[in-house]
Structures are given as structure tokens and as C-alpha cells.
């Protein structure tokens, strides 16, 4: 396994200070959430028990951030998390929320390569950098969460899809008319 697929460890001190084991140094819950929003796996540990201690700062983010006003969670979703706690055993929450966020994980990815599978553009010089600060992009807007339950627009979950219009054929095939074009004018001019 690489290093970069372990998780980071994290160690927290008698201070209650947590300290970053691969590069040496002091962080704060702030990094930790940078770290796990670029991607990143991490384990708390406390330095002196071995007790495994991430889920406990997981929530304090997450409290964090919500008690400065970046609401992720709707209000009826906490309560829902909260009565799940009144269940003998959790109830069907904890698999309900794994399969939901890989669900969108899976769509994330697969609408990822579908963009680059159906856009002739995906030959052109410099069309990585652009698919990376997309993806950078779509990160941010999803606060980093991989559920993407945030955002505008987001509701408390119990919004149905909007059905889809019957122009939307039509203006697939149009953009991809235009890309046609597009292709063709470049091949011209090479």
C-alpha cells in the first residue's frame, strides 16, 4: 500500500494539541478538514491510550462549521440523526447514510468520465488542468463533502428529481452538433 493511501495519523497530546506524524508539526481541526477535503483518509489517535479518537473530531468539525453558519445538514436531517440515536442498534441510518454517499460518490465519477468520453475537447492541449480545477471546482461547491449535501439549492432531502423536459434531447444534439462543427474547423486550420 502507498503512503499516500494509509491514513494520515494524527496524534493527540496530553495537551490536547494534535500533531501531523508525516510532516512533523502541530495542526489545527482547520487543517484536518483541508486535508480530508483534498482527499485524504485520516486517523486521530490518542498519543497515550492508543484510543481511536476520529469520529469524535469528525463531529467537532462538523459542529464547527455549522455553528458558523455553513449549514450543511437541514434541520429535520438532525433530527432524524438524533431519533436514529433512540433506535435499539442505530436503526437502518448509519447504512442508509454509507450508501447514499457512495452512491453520489459513484455518480460524481461516472459524470466525470462521461464528460470527457462524449467532449471532443478532451484532446486539446491543457484539457487535464481545466477537468482538475473542475473537479476542484465541484469539491468546493459540495463543501468538501463527497454526499454533496450542500449547497444552493439543497433541501432537506425530501425533494423529488425533476422530471426531465423533452427539450433536453434537442439541446443535447445541438451542443454536440456545435462540438461537431467545432472539430471539423479545427481539422481545417491543422
Known amino acids: 500500500m502507498a503512503d ?4 494520515l495519523l494524527i496524534k493527540r497530546y496530553a495537551s490536547r494539541r ?11 481541526l482547520e487543517d484536518i478538514a483541508g486535508f480530508i477535503r483534498a482527499g ?3 486517523q486521530i489517535v490518542d498519543l497515550k491510550s492508543g484510543d481511536d479518537l476520529t469520529r469524535q473530531y469528525l463531529l467537532q468539525i462538523i459542529a464547527e462549521h455549522e455553528s458558523r453558519g455553513e449549514n450543511v445538514l437541514p434541520v429535520n436531517v438532525l433530527m432524524d440523526l438524533v431519533r436514529s440515536y ?17 452512491m453520489l460518490r459513484d455518480s460524481q465519477s461516472k459524470m466525470m468520465e462521461n464528460m470527457q468520453a462524449m467532449n471532443p475537447i478532451t484532446t486539446f492541449p491543457g484539457f ?5 480545477q473542475q473537479e476542484a471546482w465541484l469539491k ?4 468538501g463533502f463527497p454526499s454533496g449535501m ?6 432537506d432531502g425530501t425533494a423529488k428529481p425533476a422530471a426531465k423536459k423533452s427539450g433536453d434531447g434537442d439541446e443535447l444534439d445541438a451542443i454536440k452538433k456545435q462540438l461537431a462543427d467545432l472539430q471539423s474547423k479545427l481539422s481545417k486550420l491543422s
Open 86 to 102: 433512540m433506535v435499539p442498534g442505530g436503526g437502518m441510518m448509519p447504512h442508509f447514510l454509507t450508501s447514499s454517499f457512495e
Open 4 to 7: 499516500g493511501d494509509k491514513p
Open 40 to 42: 485524504r483518509e485520516v
Open 140 to 143: 468546493a461547491m459540495t463543501g
Open 128 to 132: 487535464e488542468a481545466m477537468k482538475a
Open 18 to 28: 494534535l500533531y501531523n506524524t508525516e510532516t512533523s508539526d502541530y495542526v489545527t
Open 150 to 155: 450542500s449547497g444552493p439549492g439543497h433541501d
